[in-house]
């Protein structure tokens, strides 16, 4: 009895450990940038939770994040490694935009953005899909499938602002002509998030959380993922299983797509990097996560509040842009690795205890 | 290079692999170590080669006491082994597999190696074309080759493990003929089987293992039945399958050829009628597994016809026979008829053919407990199967078989079960027959396939037997087992 | 174009690319996947750069950045060889990571000039026409690449420890009962491999786009890892396929400039969905429907069709990405 409790508390040391390190490391890197640690604590402190207007800012790169993770939550747990999440986005941004300007002129507003979200969904699920397709009938890994994809959706991005949807006049990078403010997510005024957006990511992550715990589906798509075979051999239609769940992460990636162009802060229009590396941001969420819905939430917040608090620190020091993430990195790998550490041990223990037996029987006879 | 294993211990978990076993070789002999499956020869033989460390005991070589930590330093001090899963590489040329491991400078010479190859070929009457890639090669010439590799990193010691499960009939031939003359140049043979032939045709003392330990040791020539009694102890009949009325035929294979890399099984003819048992006996390897996958759609027929009630379902795919009420039980719990890290609800909810959206979790645990009590499982519903010891394992995945079966095809359905619970399982399945589910199942236990079944299929490296239960002895079944009555 | 000029500037291009793909194609052949590659080569490109800038030196650049390629693909070994973490969650966290750790450190960097290794042509031999130009009138790094190619195919298929990097990752159970201690050669591969990774970096901000900004050479790992798999894990067919790969990028590069009404940022993502058909074309033989699909054809149109698949499918080693059970 007082061994394990001793053992549990040897767990959470060790997982503290791991957020220490990285903790150190992050610190030891914005030394040698001549940043005082501590200095930099209070600026990405008051760059997140500062004023309303930061804390809106957050909730803005929160809702895609969330969006996202609770797609990937799906590809996870059937064993995909979805990395073309960030080309889902793109497209979903893509067809949503495309919609809107097809539409924005001959349907009133509410109407075009209903229909611009369902568009961006198609869109992302189609990036998915093909993703999906590439994996089960052509072999080709989910990794390198979804990765060229990004790059392909990346580019046609560029070429529409550039070619067809260029503004008048010009040939920049910096986006489509921005939509009017009727085709804007509505938000009260002075806190620039809508609760449009905030409702649709819980409602997805709900939604999510429910099918993986509380559906036939969820559970069939645990199942692939944890023993592929198993699962098979007990008459779930496998091949099915994986693309719906490509296709559903696709769809909650191109819902993000739409938000991005139409929430309440977003630049309202189509430019290249729509997707600001959210998709990635939404993998390491849920690695850290561990497929636990409820985790999810907190941890997105976490993030989505030193990726939005770091630019703070960014300003104000020069530091490079990618300081949030570098420091979200180190974080979950700091994590994974004192994980990895913790079963190591464990399996040394258990390894120690199943060699007692035949100790035993030596005494014995 | 005489041999001497002295009280040799080797546990894994719960398992005595190796509970004490003594054994001495003398050399310019070819020892026979028999035993059924898991009886330990091949942990006993892991530990002389160096692969395993024993928990106990000692080994002595020309009676000096030796101490191997890895199969190399074995093999440097003059053991070597042939695993019965060729440890060897598929992708790499002949040459490259011969010279893979042997010490010498950085880069090696490759023609010398070649001409040695090509001798110490030519002295078995081995044929190997150095260049030719593994893979193209047969078992029984990639065995060929390790013999050959062994002996010329200098083993004295050869240990052979299981060797003849899936090589063809010229090249055991061949193979005795080799171990022969090794045995004539003084070199000692460890020859593991559990081919009562094989052992009477080649060996000239063996030793019969049985659950861990030594059954007994014998010269050769020895009566069959005392080796067959020392394998498998007293065959005690618990009484014969009553006879069943049986219903119409719901499975047919005509003509059926599977293959894998090692063994082929060809041209089967069998019906199957509803209610019918049919064991299927022989070593693990012999084709059994690759027949039952055929019934299941999980492997594709090289040729030959697969139906079920009449129609024809070759080539479909799992799913269908699935729905068309065949179940096919693997061996392997874990790989691949558990899923590890869920629990035993989840494993229910996910066995059940519910159409709901929604899980009814309350209702599944409820059920999962049923289950639980009706096949004795030592579980709860909430804990994960990998928590399950190996014979509860077993138990769920029985508990997990749907209704109203037409065929359903089991590997190894009772093994590591007390005999109270093997018996219950037997009296549920039996319920299932009565019904008018055809069963098709894998078998080490002679006793169980004896009993149980109406007929049964022995394989022997792929070839086909067909006895009827009740007018086989254990004693007939054993020796065919091994091989005899096969013609060729 | 000149032929003899456009080879030559493939050759010059290639270091980068080719050293990558070499050291993945060690790492892998010894059985682990480095995932990381994208990060490390942007990674190990900065410090290779920051430290030849300080040191005012190459080499200690050169040095530093194959340390830095070491070190990552050390963490690699760790979380999959000791800690037994999937290979994919750590390798595409470090790919982030030492993507970002690249930006955030090198900074002060950006756009600032500094030492690149320096053009070297060798005497009497680059006078030789067309072959001189192409093969003689280099950086060392260019010659030093083209060594490697040869290096790493004698180890592997001509010495005795690179027969057993080839069992190492093919089956490592029998590379165990051979004598090999797999999970130190394991580690002392993956290592290797992401040292030349490394040397890749530095080739790239000491010599093939000197200097440090950020984006600039983004998306060549995961390239390079779709390289080894069409170079079916061979150092040769790989090399090819990393020239093949830097001929395209020169193609593209020129026709950008001859066809200026289509966008700048397209012609530089063209090599991914080209990365994806490559892929799809080695291995999708293996796809159940494509051997249903040839069953159906006629016997000599399906004999020529399963003959070039077959000649391009690649096989990964078969112990690739798993560690073995310990006994």
Same mark, same amino acid.
């Given at each position: 009895?007082?061994?394990?409790?001793?053992?549990?508390?040897?767990?959470?040391?060790?997982?503290?450990?791991?957020?220490?390190?990285?903790?150190?490391?992050?610190?030891?890197?914005?030394?040698?940038?001549?940043?005082?640690?501590?200095?930099?604590?209070?600026?990405? +402190?008051? !760059?997140?939770?500062?004023? %309303?207007?930061?804390? #809106?800012?957050? @909730?803005? *790169?929160? $809702?895609? =994040?969330?969006?996202?993770?609770?797609?990937?939550?799906?590809?996870?747990?059937?064993?995909?490694?979805?990395?073309?999440?960030?080309?889902?986005?793109?497209?979903?941004?893509?067809?949503?935009?495309?919609?809107?300007?097809?539409?924005?002129?001959?349907?009133?507003?509410?109407?075009?953005?209903?229909?611009?979200?369902?568009?961006?969904?198609?869109?992302?699920?189609?990036?998915?899909?093909?993703?999906?397709?590439?994996?089960?009938?052509?072999?080709?890994?989910?990794?390198?499938?979804?990765?060229?994809?990004?790059?392909?959706?990346?580019?046609?991005?560029?070429?529409?602002?550039?070619?067809?949807?260029?503004?008048?006049?010009?040939?920049?990078?910096?986006?489509?002509?921005?939509?009017?403010?009727?085709?804007?997510?509505?938000? +009260?005024? !002075?806190?620039?998030?809508? %609760?449009?957006?905030? #409702?649709?990511? @819980?409602? *997805?992550? $709900?939604? =999510?959380?429910?099918?993986?715990?509380?559906?036939?589906?969820?559970?069939?798509?645990?199942?692939?993922?944890?023993?592929?075979?198993?699962?098979?051999?007990?008459?779930?239609?496998?091949?099915?299983?994986?693309?719906?769940?490509?296709?559903?992460?696709?769809?909650?990636?191109?819902?993000?797509?739409?938000?991005?162009?139409?929430?309440?802060?977003?630049?309202?229009?189509?430019?290249?990097?729509?997707?600001?590396?959210?998709?990635?941001?939404?993998?390491?969420?849920?690695?850290?996560?561990?497929?636990?819905?409820?985790?999810?939430?907190?941890?997105?917040?976490?993030?989505?509040?030193?990726?939005?608090?770091?630019?703070?620190?960014?300003?104000?020091?020069?530091?490079?842009?990618?300081?949030?993430?570098?420091?979200?990195?180190?974080?979950?790998?700091?994590?994974?690795?004192?994980?990895?550490?913790?079963?190591?041990?464990?399996?040394?223990?258990?390894?120690?205890?199943?060699?007692?037996?035949?100790?035993?029987?030596?005494?014995?006879? | 290079?005489?041999?001497?294993?002295?009280?040799?211990?080797?546990?894994?978990?719960?398992?005595?692999?190796?509970?004490?076993?003594?054994?001495?070789?003398?050399?310019?002999?070819?020892?026979?170590?028999?035993?059924?499956?898991?009886?330990?020869?091949?942990?006993?033989?892991?530990?002389?080669?160096?692969?395993?460390?024993?928990?106990?005991?000692?080994?002595?070589?020309?009676?000096?006491?030796?101490?191997?930590?890895?199969?190399?330093?074995?093999?440097?001090?003059?053991?070597?082994?042939?695993?019965?899963?060729?440890?060897?590489?598929?992708?790499?040329?002949?040459?490259?597999?011969?010279?893979?491991?042997?010490?010498?400078?950085?880069?090696?010479?490759?023609?010398?190696?070649?001409?040695?190859?090509?001798?110490?070929?030519?002295?078995?009457?081995?044929?190997?074309?150095?260049?030719?890639?593994?893979?193209?090669?047969?078992?029984?010439?990639?065995?060929?080759?390790?013999?050959?590799?062994?002996?010329?990193?200098?083993?004295?010691?050869?240990?052979?493990?299981?060797?003849?499960?899936?090589?063809?009939?010229?090249?055991?031939?061949?193979?005795?003929?080799?171990?022969?003359?090794?045995?004539?140049?003084?070199?000692?043979?460890?020859?593991?089987?559990?081919?009562?032939?094989?052992?009477?045709?080649?060996?000239?003392?063996?030793?019969?293992?049985?659950?861990?330990?030594?059954?007994?040791?014998?010269?050769?020539?020895?009566?069959?039945?005392?080796?067959?009694?020392?394998?498998?102890?007293?065959?005690?009949?618990?009484?014969?399958?009553?006879?069943?009325?049986?219903?119409?035929?719901?499975?047919?294979?005509?003509?059926?050829?599977?293959?894998?890399?090692?063994?082929?099984?060809?041209?089967?003819?069998?019906?199957?009628?509803?209610?019918?048992?049919?064991?299927?006996?022989?070593?693990?390897?012999?084709?059994?597994?690759?027949?039952?996958?055929?019934?299941?759609?999980?492997?594709?027929?090289?040729?030959?016809?697969?139906?079920?009630?009449?129609?024809?379902?070759?080539?479909?795919?799992?799913?269908?026979?699935?729905?068309?009420?065949?179940?096919?039980?693997?061996?392997?719990?874990?790989?691949?008829?558990?899923?590890?890290?869920?629990?035993?609800?989840?494993?229910?909810?996910?066995?059940?053919?519910?159409?709901?959206?929604?899980?009814?979790?309350?209702?599944?645990?409820?059920?999962?407990?049923?289950?639980?009590?009706?096949?004795?499982?030592?579980?709860?519903?909430?804990?994960?199967?990998?928590?399950?010891?190996?014979?509860?394992?077993?138990?769920?995945?029985?508990?997990?078989?749907?209704?109203?079966?037409?065929?359903?095809?089991?590997?190894?359905?009772?093994?590591?079960?007390?005999?109270?619970?093997?018996?219950?399982?037997?009296?549920?399945?039996?319920?299932?027959?009565?019904?008018?589910?055809?069963?098709?199942?894998?078998?080490?236990?002679?006793?169980?396939?004896?009993?149980?079944?109406?007929?049964?299929?022995?394989?022997?490296?792929?070839?086909?037997?067909?006895?009827?239960?009740?007018?086989?002895?254990?004693?007939?079944?054993?020796?065919?087992?091994?091989?005899?009555?096969?013609?060729? | 174009?000149?032929?003899?000029?456009?080879?030559?500037?493939?050759?010059?291009?290639?270091?980068?690319?080719?050293?990558?793909?070499?050291?993945?194609?060690?790492?892998?052949?010894?059985?682990?996947?480095?995932?990381?590659?994208?990060?490390?080569?942007?990674?190990?490109?900065?410090?290779?750069?920051?430290?030849?800038?300080?040191?005012?030196?190459?080499?200690?650049?050169?040095?530093?950045?194959?340390?830095?390629?070491?070190?990552?693909?050390?963490?690699?070994?760790?979380?999959?060889?000791?800690?037994?973490?999937?290979?994919?969650?750590?390798?595409?966290?470090?790919?982030?990571?030492?993507?970002?750790?690249?930006?955030?450190?090198?900074?002060?960097?950006?756009?600032?000039?500094?030492?690149?290794?320096?053009?070297?042509?060798?005497?009497?031999?680059?006078?030789?026409?067309?072959?001189?130009?192409?093969?003689?009138?280099?950086?060392?790094?260019?010659?030093?690449?083209?060594?490697?190619?040869?290096?790493?195919?004698?180890?592997?298929?001509?010495?005795?420890?690179?027969?057993?990097?080839?069992?190492?990752?093919?089956?490592?159970?029998?590379?165990?009962?051979?004598?090999?201690?797999?999970?130190?050669?394991?580690?002392?591969?993956?290592?290797?491999?992401?040292?030349?990774?490394?040397?890749?970096?530095?080739?790239?901000?000491?010599?093939?786009?000197?200097?440090?900004?950020?984006?600039?050479?983004?998306?060549?790992?995961?390239?390079?890892?779709?390289?080894?798999?069409?170079?079916?894990?061979?150092?040769?067919?790989?090399?090819?396929?990393?020239?093949?790969?830097?001929?395209?990028?020169?193609?593209?590069?020129?026709?950008?400039?001859?066809?200026?009404?289509?966008?700048?940022?397209?012609?530089?993502?063209?090599?991914?969905?080209?990365?994806?058909?490559?892929?799809?074309?080695?291995?999708?033989?293996?796809?159940?429907?494509?051997?249903?699909?040839?069953?159906?054809?006629?016997?000599?149109?399906?004999?020529?069709?399963?003959?070039?698949?077959?000649?391009?499918?690649?096989?990964?080693?078969?112990?690739?990405?798993?560690?073995?059970?310990?006994?």
């Amino acid at each position: 009895m007082t061994e394990r409790s001793a053992s549990r508390t040897q767990d959470r040391l060790l997982r503290l450990i791991g957020v220490v390190v990285a903790l150190f490391l992050s610190a030891l890197i914005l030394l040698a940038l001549g940043t005082s640690p501590l200095e930099a604590v209070a600026l990405l +402190f008051s !760059g997140a939770l500062g004023t %309303p207007g930061d804390l #809106a800012a957050v @909730l803005t *790169a929160w $809702v895609p =994040v969330l969006l996202c993770s609770a797609g990937l939550l799906l590809t996870y747990s059937a064993g995909l490694w979805n990395i073309g999440i960030e080309g889902q986005i793109v497209m979903g941004a893509i067809f949503a935009t495309g919609m809107l300007r097809l539409v924005q002129d001959l349907l009133p507003p509410h109407l075009a953005l209903v229909l611009g979200a369902l568009s961006g969904i198609v869109g992302g699920m189609l990036w998915a899909t093909l993703a999906g397709l590439l994996r089960l009938y052509g072999n080709v890994s989910e990794i390198f499938g979804g990765l060229g994809l990004n790059f392909v959706a990346g580019s046609l991005v560029v070429y529409l602002v550039t070619g067809p949807w260029s503004r008048p006049g010009t040939g920049t990078t910096s986006g489509t002509v921005p939509f009017p403010s009727s085709l804007w997510l509505p938000a +009260f005024p !002075g806190f620039a998030v809508s %609760p449009i957006e905030i #409702a649709l990511a @819980l409602v *997805a992550l $709900v939604l =999510v959380g429910i099918a993986l715990r509380g559906t036939y589906f969820g559970l069939r798509l645990k199942a692939i993922g944890k023993n592929l075979r198993s699962a098979y051999l007990l008459g779930v239609p496998v091949n099915r299983y994986l693309l719906a769940a490509f296709a559903l992460c696709g769809a909650l990636a191109g819902l993000a797509g739409w938000i991005l162009v139409v929430g309440a802060s977003a630049r309202h229009n189509l430019f290249p990097l729509i997707s600001s590396g959210y998709g990635f941001l939404a993998i390491l969420v849920v690695l850290l996560a561990n497929l636990n819905a409820i985790w999810v939430l907190p941890i997105s917040f976490f993030f989505a509040a030193i990726s939005m608090g770091s630019l703070e620190l960014v300003y104000e020091k020069q530091l490079d842009s990618a300081v949030g993430s570098a420091i979200q990195g180190l974080l979950v790998l700091s994590v994974l690795l004192t994980q990895g550490l913790q079963r190591h041990f464990l399996e040394k223990r258990a390894g120690r205890e199943r060699a007692r037996p035949s100790a035993e029987e030596e005494i014995g006879s | 290079m005489r041999v001497e294993l002295r009280q040799i211990y080797k546990y894994f978990g719960a398992v005595r692999a190796n509970d004490g076993i003594s054994l001495s070789v003398e050399p310019g002999t070819i020892h026979g170590l028999l035993g059924e499956n898991g009886a330990g020869k091949s942990t006993l033989m892991k530990v002389l080669s160096g692969y395993l460390a024993a928990d106990r005991g000692e080994i002595l070589l020309d009676g000096r006491s030796v101490r191997f930590s890895s199969p190399a330093q074995a093999i440097a001090l003059g053991v070597g082994m042939l695993h019965q899963d060729p440890l060897d590489f598929p992708a790499l040329t002949v040459l490259d597999n011969f010279l893979l491991g042997s010490p010498g400078t950085l880069f090696p010479n490759r023609a010398r190696a070649r001409r040695e190859l090509e001798r110490l070929a030519a002295q078995f009457d081995f044929h190997l074309d150095p260049q030719t890639p593994l893979s193209a090669l047969s078992i029984g010439e990639r065995q060929q080759l390790e013999i050959l590799r062994l002996l010329w990193l200098g083993a004295q010691v050869l240990i052979l493990d299981e060797p003849t499960t899936a090589i063809s009939a010229q090249q055991k031939d061949k193979l005795f003929a080799a171990l022969c003359r090794l045995a004539e140049q003084g070199r000692t043979v460890i020859f593991v089987s559990h081919k009562l032939q094989e052992v009477e045709e080649l060996c000239s003392r063996v030793t019969v293992l049985a659950r861990g330990k030594v059954a007994g040791e014998a010269e050769m020539p020895c009566p069959t039945e005392r080796l067959v009694e020392m394998m498998f102890g007293q065959v005690v009949s618990q009484g014969r399958r009553p006879a069943t009325p049986l219903g119409e035929v719901v499975l047919s294979l005509e003509g059926l050829t599977v293959s894998d890399w090692r063994v082929e099984v060809k041209g089967l003819s069998l019906e199957v009628r509803a209610g019918e048992v049919i064991g299927l006996a022989g070593l693990e390897g012999s084709g059994q597994r690759l027949v039952l996958q055929a019934c299941a759609g999980l492997r594709r027929p090289d040729a030959g016809r697969v139906r079920l009630a009449g129609q024809d379902m070759t080539g479909w795919p799992y799913e269908r026979f699935l729905t068309s009420g065949v179940v096919y039980m693997p061996a392997g719990r874990l790989e691949e008829g558990l899923i590890p890290g869920m629990t035993l609800t989840e494993h229910t909810a996910l066995a059940s053919r519910d159409r709901a959206f929604l899980v009814d979790w309350k209702a599944a645990a409820e059920e999962a407990a049923r289950r639980i009590q009706k096949f004795n499982i030592k579980g709860r519903p909430e804990t994960p199967v990998e928590e399950l010891s190996g014979g509860n394992q077993q138990r769920t995945l029985l508990a997990l078989l749907p209704h109203g079966l037409k065929v359903l095809l089991m590997e190894h359905p009772t093994r590591g079960l007390d005999l109270e619970s093997t018996e219950y399982i037997w009296e549920l399945l039996q319920k299932r027959t009565e019904e008018g589910t055809a069963i098709l199942f894998t078998s080490a236990d002679l006793d169980e396939l004896l009993d149980r079944s109406d007929r049964l299929l022995v394989f022997c490296a792929g070839r086909v037997q067909l006895l009827e239960a009740r007018r086989t002895s254990a004693q007939q079944l054993g020796e065919c087992i091994g091989g005899k009555g096969f013609d060729g | 174009m000149d032929l003899t000029i456009f080879l030559a500037s493939v050759l010059a291009a290639a270091p980068p690319v080719l050293f990558a793909v070499l050291g993945e194609t060690i790492t892998e052949r010894a059985g682990v996947i480095n995932l990381s590659l994208d990060g490390t080569i942007l990674f190990s490109a900065m410090a290779g750069f920051a430290v030849a800038l300080h040191t005012g030196s190459v080499i200690p650049g050169i040095l530093a950045a194959m340390g830095v390629g070491a070190l990552v693909a050390g963490i690699v070994a760790l979380a999959s060889l000791t800690l037994r973490l999937p290979q994919v969650a750590t390798g595409f966290v470090l790919t982030l990571l030492t993507r970002d750790l690249a930006y955030v450190l090198g900074n002060p960097y950006v756009r600032v000039p500094g030492p690149q290794v320096p053009h070297t042509p060798i005497p009497i031999l680059s006078e030789w026409p067309a072959v001189g130009k192409i093969f003689f009138d280099q950086d060392p790094l260019v010659y030093l690449s083209l060594a490697a190619i040869v290096l790493v195919w004698v180890f592997m298929f001509k010495t005795r420890p690179g027969l057993m990097l080839r069992g190492l990752g093919e089956q490592p159970t029998a590379a165990y009962v051979r004598g090999a201690d797999v999970v130190r050669m394991r580690y002392l591969y993956t290592l290797l491999g992401g040292a030349l990774v490394g040397l890749g970096g530095a080739a790239f901000s000491l010599l093939v786009a000197p200097g440090w900004a950020r984006q600039k050479f983004e998306g060549i790992g995961w390239i390079a890892l779709a390289i080894v798999i069409f170079g079916n894990w061979h150092p040769i067919r790989a090399a090819l396929g990393a020239y093949f790969f830097v001929a395209l990028q020169t193609v593209a590069t020129n026709l950008q400039s001859a066809m200026p009404e289509v966008p700048t940022q397209v012609f530089p993502t063209l090599p991914f969905p080209l990365m994806i058909l490559t892929l799809l074309l080695v291995t999708v033989s293996s796809a159940e429907w494509m051997n249903r699909l040839l069953g159906r054809l006629p016997p000599g149109l399906r004999r020529t069709l399963t003959r070039t698949i077959q000649m391009l499918q690649t096989v990964p080693p078969a112990g690739l990405g798993k560690v073995p059970k310990r006994e």
